[in-house]
């Protein structure tokens, strides 16, 4: 079985301030990992994801990831946060043997991002 | 690519009617589509997975007489909330996975339910 833990529950950093959420996971098999991003009374948006290959995962808005199987963690960073960026994050892992199954979810951290 | 759609996106019903809620892949097939539940300030907890054309499996704890799901079609799947009471009210999303192999799942906008 699989579990996700999210150390942060609320992040507040200020604009353009450098922001990082982190992740850590627990399984016993080789999982795929994922960010997704939660605006209010919405559904949640892929943000970024690692399956395989180089180990840090970029999307198009700025955040990054890296994948650290020795640490088992896939924190998200973004250099340079904008007061959009606000929103519930959540990270999330799948199991890669079973020919990538249920998400398991993070508890979710809250970025907050202030003027 | 990769647009999952809900419908409706708000119901307010009385306490014992049924709430049917659609969830749709726009632009894929989908052969698994999940259902989660999620309750304010927390994270999304997976109430059961549908498989296109077989029964739904169900997480524990779900009643599945409660929360009927059919995935008629590769790009319909529909969660029936029956006898609804007020602890059903909640924030229902869909997820749908493009592929098998990758893992992604593709989330729907999310169903706001108020049982009165």
């Known amino acids: 079985a699989q579990s996700v833990t999210q150390l942060d529950s609320q992040v507040p950093v200020f604009e353009e301030a450098p922001v990082e959420l982190r992740c850590n996971y627990s399984?016993?098999?080789?999982?795929?990992l994922f960010w997704y991003v939660q605006y209010p009374n919405q559904g949640l948006q892929l943000l970024l994801k690692?399956?395989?290959?180089?180990?840090l995962v970029e999307s198009i808005n700025g955040f990054e990831a890296e994948f650290n199987k020795s640490q088992t963690s896939f924190h998200l960073r973004k250099p340079s946060v904008h007061i959009s960026d606000t929103a519930e994050y959540f990270c999330?892992?799948?199991?890669?043997?079973?020919?990538?199954?249920?998400?398991?979810f993070g508890q979710g951290t809250e970025l907050s991002v202030k003027p | 690519g990769a647009v999952v759609s809900q419908h409706p996106s708000r119901v307010i019903c009385k306490s014992g009617t049924s709430v049917k809620i659609e969830c749709r892949s726009l632009d894929f097939q989908a052969t698994t589509m999940f259902w989660y539940r999620q309750f304010p300030k927390q994270s999304l907890m997976l109430m059961a997975t549908?498989?296109?054309?077989?029964?739904?499996?169900?997480e524990q704890g779900v009643e599945k007489d409660k929360f009927l799901i059919n995935h008629a079609s590769l790009t319909l799947s529909t969660l029936t909330v029956t006898s609804a009471h007020p602890e059903d009210s909640s924030f229902y999303i869909c997820s749908a996975r493009d592929q098998p192999t990758t893992g992604t799942q593709y989330f729907g906008p999310g169903t706001r339910l108020t049982v009165l």
């Open positions: 690692y399956l395989s290959g180089s180990t």
């Open positions: 999330a892992v799948s199991d890669r043997g079973n020919q990538g199954g249920k998400l398991i």
């Open positions: 549908s498989n296109e054309g077989s029964k739904a499996t169900y």
């Open positions: 399984s016993s098999v080789s999982v795929y």
